[in-house]
């Protein structure tokens, strides 16, 4: 703990709606890693060790932040966190334990809020072994929580990209959308079917259908493309077609940060990782989070393109 009583780690904020956004994004477990850098707070949400989220928060969203060492970690209850960060209702109306909402209704709508007056918020964090201390104010009315820490957990490198001889693999197959071509092809496609998994299938390829999304379950399978030319696509990279099989429910988690977004970043890399990058609106300025899945399946890449050069025929 820092000498004489201070916090290694303290910030306020004018509004407690901005972190509550952003931790709701990443909000499918109940623990959460925080590490708190010059930058801003990163909360990293793992699961499995094949899926990962994180969410920054940038110093800018801060009314202050300082920092006694850097960098500074720890490991916290993000249930609990969330529901002590809502507990004036206000900044937010649906509490942690409604982010198990479904994803189609989510993606559709947008995450249930009602606008209040703002929450404002400090943090303290003591250093190892010390609680997480927030401290709540609406209206004149102030709350004082106390949140036990935990010692943190190392999160995955999944070292995006990787290292590889060939240069050409060294680049990323990348695409950015307006999310809201996202959202429409999250609500269509078909996540979940009765408890049944459901795979999704990511191809990527210089030539049509350039991006498109598949589902593949027991009642069939959904197709979804987006032309590089579509009013929907921003930005197109693609060296070399792939195809890669994720597991639906490892993305599902993902339509809570796609339901805040404007726009979203679609990378894979030569061995299937999947990035998603959300870029979300706050307060004048852009806010990222961003999932990283493993592929559950890897298809040959000669296979791959056997199946774009069907669809031009």
């Known amino acids: ?8 780690l303290s910030a306020t904020m004018d509004s407690a709606r901005t972190l509550v956004s952003l931790l709701r994004a990443v909000h499918f477990r109940d623990h959460a890693t925080f590490l708190a850098t010059q930058h801003g707070l990163k909360a990293t949400v ?15 969203l801060f009314h202050t932040y300082s920092l006694l060492e850097n960098p500074v970690s720890f490991r916290v209850n993000l249930t609990a966190l969330l529901s002590c960060l809502t507990m004036f209702g206000g900044s937010s109306s649906s509490t942690a334990s409604s982010s198990s909402a479904s994803s189609s209704s989510a993606v559709r709508g947008g995450a249930a809020r009602t606008v209040g007056p703002p929450v404002a918020l400090s943090l303290r964090y003591g ?7 927030l401290c709540l104010e609406e209206g004149g009315v102030v709350t004082d929580c106390s949140l036990r820490t935990q010692e943190p957990e190392d999160p995955l490198d999944f070292e995006f990209g990787g290292s590889d001889a060939d240069e050409d693999r060294q680049t990323p197959n990348k695409v950015i959308l307006k999310a809201e071509g996202l959202k429409e092809a999250f609500a269509d496609l078909e996540l979940s079917s009765s408890g049944a998994e459901v795979s999704v299938h990511i191809t990527m390829s210089p030539a049509r259908p350039h ?8 009642l069939g399978s959904t197709h979804c493309d987006f032309p590089r030319d579509s009013d929907m696509v921003e930005s197109f990279h693609c060296t070399k077609a792939q195809t890669n099989q994720y597991k639906a429910s490892f993305l599902k988690p993902s339509a809570k940060a796609l339901s805040q977004a404007s726009k979203v970043s679609v990378r894979m890399d030569w061995r299937g990782l999947l990035s998603l990058q959300f870029m979300i609106p706050n307060d004048g300025e852009v806010s990222f989070v961003e999932y990283y899945c493993c592929p559950d399946d890897v298809q040959e890449e000669e296979d791959d393109d056997d199946e774009v050069n069907s669809d031009d025929s």
């Open 1 to 8: 703990m820092a000498s004489g009583g201070s916090a290694v």
């Open 46 to 60: 793992e699961d499995s060790r094949t899926l990962q989220a994180n969410a920054f928060v940038q110093t800018s």
């Open 127 to 133: 250093g190892y072994g010390s609680p997480l201390i």
């Open 211 to 218: 991006f498109r999304l598949s589902t593949f379950g027991p």
